[in-house]
């Protein structure tokens, strides 16, 4: 199946996501999965992107130079796999549980690891400072521009929790670093996935039924496809992005 008009799809960019990409609702429900399929393939983009420019330093220049930061919004791996693509399943109402496993975001290196994160709204995240220099986790709700919460982390290996109350896309920013840049997506299930360095991605537990599969890249902007799930079944997707 085709993916749907472009020119439709990307009209709402980074900033118009939230209609796009929450998925499901509120009363989603957990339980067992009867004959639960799979989803997986990857995301390719047909242009040839450019090698991610330099990013320029502005602070801890001698910690943070040797390790030659460059831009992380259009990587392309091996056959033109697009990494950091969101893949989301919308129109789930129920299915496997939440994952128990906490999802972590670090500052390693002077950047944010991984770029583009994905949970599931109410879960805790895991803020971990691996630098031997002060950073800060200043979360951002895309939609709203309001701050869910900025936390100073001045010592190595300090870790901090918080909990993304709800769906949304949240820019993750550095005060001390203002070239660190990240993502976190929450859904309000747990059917979503982050492309590779690949872009390559799995879905599974899927039930039985038809969705929307959506995607979103901070760069490339958003797309929908119509999905049929059978019951058991695995399907292989080949999605491309159009230069």
């Known amino acids: 199946m085709a993916l749907l008009d472009r020119r439709e799809l990307l009209a709402a960019g980074c900033a118009g996501l939230g209609a796009l990409l929450l998925g499901g609702g509120p009363g989603y429900a957990q339980a067992a999965v009867a004959r639960p399929a799979r989803v997986s393939g990857s995301v390719r983009y047909a242009g040839k992107a450019p ?6 330093l502005t602070g801890d220049c001698a910690y943070c130079r040797p390790f030659d930061l460059r831009a992380e919004e259009l990587l ?13 399943l919308e129109g789930v109402t129920g299915g496997k549980p939440v994952p128990a496993a906490m999802p972590v975001l670090a500052e390693r290196r002077c950047t944010f690891v991984p770029h583009v994160l994905t949970l599931t709204a109410g879960q805790k995240l895991l803020l971990h400072n691996q630098d031997p220099v002060l950073n800060t986790f200043h979360a951002v709700e895309l939609a709203s521009g309001s701050t869910l919460f900025n936390i100073g982390t001045p010592n190595k290996d300090q870790k901090v929790e918080r909990r993304i109350p709800r769906p949304g896309v949240v820019k993750m920013l550095c005060d001390v670093h203002p070239w660190e840049l990240g993502y976190v997506l929450a859904f309000a299930h747990p059917y979503h996935t982050v492309t590779d360095a690949r872009g390559s991605f799995l879905l599974d537990g899927v039930p039985p039924g038809r969705y929307t599969l959506a995607l979103w890249h901070e760069k490339l902007g958003g797309r929908r496809q119509p999905l049929v799930v059978q019951p058991g079944a695995e399907l292989k997707l080949a999605l491309v992005y159009p230069p």
């Not at 090698?51 to 320029?56: I, V």
């Not at 392309?76 to 989301?88: D, E, P, T, Y």
Request: zero cysteines; aromatic letters at 0%.
């Open 51 to 56: 090698r991610p420019g330099k990013l320029k």
């Open 76 to 88: 392309q791996g091996a056959g033109g796999g697009l990494r950091n693509v969101v893949v989301v």
